[in-house]
């Protein structure tokens, strides 16, 4: 049976990168991802961590661990400096003004520097950076309203995202292995919600087919996780290549869109399942409950005409570790680990 294809979502919670690239190391060889670290502060915040441009330019000012957009009389001034520096780097296809410094991601430069020795087998590397909607419903203007909901911040906000994904994708790239690089997005959830009923369809897909566009046409492979049950017809229609689904708790949210996976799977594309829970939970789970799980879940799956076989199958965690005990991540990278093992001989 063709090996089944596995990689992380992307936080842990230890501090140490090289601690963190260990654990990788030994769960996941052949397609490591590079571990974002938020308890090391804010810097490497999940909604902060790839908005340096917009704060180095004045759009975006950090007080604590909240971004507010003041749009006062500077405004104008700094965001027709902002898009001089995304037009000059779309031009000279030279990305590095919207580089993730190190100090927000260390772990993804210890991977890069590291991967030869680390990961010799390697025949893919996994990316990750925060989705469009995650970060534009969580920062606000002066006014505590959504960034979203303005149209300019939005769209500095989106060409941000859209050139810190080409940078990623670059340097992801000098490994010399394919690229996978994953939008974390749970709030695609708020589309079609009371508290969100303003947002559009159109708008939804498009901010995210944005950044998707970007990570083709720099020759990634671009995937879509949410860890929370979304309309995933929104992500096929934006052109995701790998759905990332919270399997242990939301894969019936896949059901409504069981036609969209079908083609997505006809077509090359890949249903990455986390099948591993990644919270307090995991210490009442064994190996064998979770392949029981697996098992199914995969069945389900194959009768509802979704999947075929494991070919186009990822597992990973259902979500990311940053926030659990050291010793929980490690014993969801140590299941995930031999719970691949598990299927490949089976």
Known sequence: MKEILKTGIGSMP???????????????????????????????????????PLTEVGLLQVEGNKGIF????????????????????LEKRDYAFFAMPRESGEGLYLLVEKFNEYFPRARAVKGQMAGPLSI???????????????????????????????????????????VYLFVDDPAIANYGSFTHLTLKREEVVG?????????????????????????WSIVTEAGAQVVSVDAFNYLDSLFPYKEEIKSL????????????????????????????????????LREMGVVSDNSNIMLTPACGTGLLLPEHAEKIYGLLRDFGKEINND
């Open 70 to 89: 003041k749009k006062d009389e500077t405004f104008p001034e700094k965001l027709t400096f902002f898009y001089e520096k995304y037009f000059e780097a």
């Open 207 to 231: 901010v995210l087919k944005e950044i998707i566009d970007a990570i083709l046409e720099e020759g990634g492979v671009p995937g879509v996780h949410s860890c929370a049950g979304i309309d």
């Open 265 to 300: 799977l006809n077509t090359g594309g890949i249903l990455a399942l986390g099948i591993i829970p990644t919270g307090p939970e995991i210490e009442n789970y064994s190996l064998e409950d979770l392949y029981r799980d697996y098992e199914q879940k995969v069945n389900l």
């Open 14 to 52: 230890l501090v140490d990168a090289t601690k963190n690239l260990e654990i990788i190391k030994e769960a996941l060889p052949q397609i490591p991802h590079w571990p974002q670290m938020p308890q090391r502060g804010v810097a490497e915040h999940f909604v902060f961590q790839f908005l340096r």
């Open 136 to 178: 534009l419903l969580t920062l606000t203007d002066e006014n505590k309203i959504p960034a979203f909901y303005d149209p300019e911040i939005r769209e500095a906000v989106v060409k941000t995202l859209v050139m810190s994904a080409r940078w990623q994708v670059n340097y992801l790239k000098t490994t010399g292995r394919k």
